[in-house]
């Protein structure tokens, strides 16, 4: 669905009542980027500048899917702003740089939909930064590398979303591998039905991904892994610390998640981020399973109306190329 335009009378109250101090709100400006919410940069008449974070099924570009509520499934959509809330109390806990929160609505006293405004930060983005000068981007990575140590350290018995696992809830499956195996082979299916060349190697990418599976060792502890933790996910602020942005789907989970989602995000410049004591038959069945969600995901979403259709379908392609290759290993 096509976002909604929100205008300026819509967080007129919530702009002042998060930065008052007698500013009105000038203007109300969409950032690119948000595909499952809306985010705005509000600019108040003194030039201050907060971001908006609405959650609402006018914002979201994703068509809906079966289970997409289901909290219980540690990679249902990261949707709503109790998601992101425990989210953003468990990373600022661990001492990983968040977006301030400046104001949060969960009754519609200021907007109809879940409402966050949250500080801006009008620097770039890593992945900006990596592009224009690698030097200059190399003390964010090594503070990007602690972030990553101190998430890696936290353990949980058990895993799911941050959300549902520190409220005493459990998550569905038996283990993270069994997981990710499931919704690979789901990916897997639906790629095969958009993409013939899916479709001819199904039977190979099948086997492949069950012999993966095989291989990986029982674990009972996990990690808090961001999922998407890309390096347009992470913003540099005015003192060059990286900035964790779109945190909704945090979970406890195995970090070679992460890992591999920065490998493939960060390619060479993932060296300095790198750590010890991975497990490489994990890294190696989440490899191939990210590979075809990158390809199923982007194929869906193109069955809607996501604007930048051309990168969507770029992504795809690029990853639905990894995924055969990987199938013959």
Same mark, same amino acid.
């Given at each position: ?86 989210? @953003? ?20 006293? @200021? ?42 350290? @936290? ?10 696992v520190d409220g005493g809830g459990t998550s569905r499956g038996a283990s993270c591998e069994g997981v990710v195996l499931d919704r690979a082979l789901r990916d897997l299916a639906e790629a095969a039905s958009r993409d013939s060349r899916i479709a001819a190697a199904r039977e190979r990418l099948e086997e492949r991904l069950l012999i993966l599976a095989a291989a990986v060792q029982p674990r009972a502890e996990y990690a808090v892994v961001h999922g998407e933790l890309g390096p347009d996910h992470v913003l540099v602020d005015e003192d060059g610390n990286p900035v964790a942005i779109d945190i909704e789907g945090l979970m406890y989970f195995d970090v070679e998640w ?8 960060? @390619? ?62």
């Open positions: 669905m096509a976002p909604r335009a929100v205008t300026r009378e819509q967080l007129t109250s919530a702009a002042r009542a998060a930065l008052g101090r007698g500013r009105r709100l000038e203007a109300v400006e969409r950032v690119a980027g948000g595909s499952k919410k809306g985010v705005y940069r509000l600019v108040m008449d003194d030039a201050t500048t907060a971001i908006a974070y609405l959650w609402d099924g006018t914002e979201n570009y994703w068509p809906a899917a079966e289970g997409d509520d289901d909290l219980t499934d540690p990679f249902s959509p990261g949707l709503g702003l109790n998601l992101f809330l425990a989210a @953003h109390a468990r990373l600022d806990a661990l001492g990983v740089r968040v977006p301030a929160i400046r104001l949060v609505d969960r009754d519609g006293t @200021h907007c109809p939909a879940d409402l966050a405004i949250v500080e801006d930060l009008p620097g770039e983005s890593l992945e900006k930064l990596l592009a224009r000068d690698p030097g200059a981007a190399a003390p964010v990575m090594a503070r990007l590398a602690e972030s990553l140590k101190a998430m890696g350290r @936290h353990r949980a018995p058990a895993y799911g979303k941050v959300a549902v992460e890992h591999v989602f920065l490998k493939i995000r960060l @390619h060479d410049a993932y060296q300095r981020l790198e750590a010890d004591g991975l497990d490489e038959d994990r890294l190696a069945l989440y490899m191939l399973a990210q590979r075809l969600s990158l390809t199923a995901g982007p194929l869906r979403l193109l069955d809607g109306d996501f604007p930048n259709r051309t990168f969507m379908a770029d992504i795809a392609e690029y990853n639905l190329k990894q995924a055969l290759d990987l199938a013959q290993a």
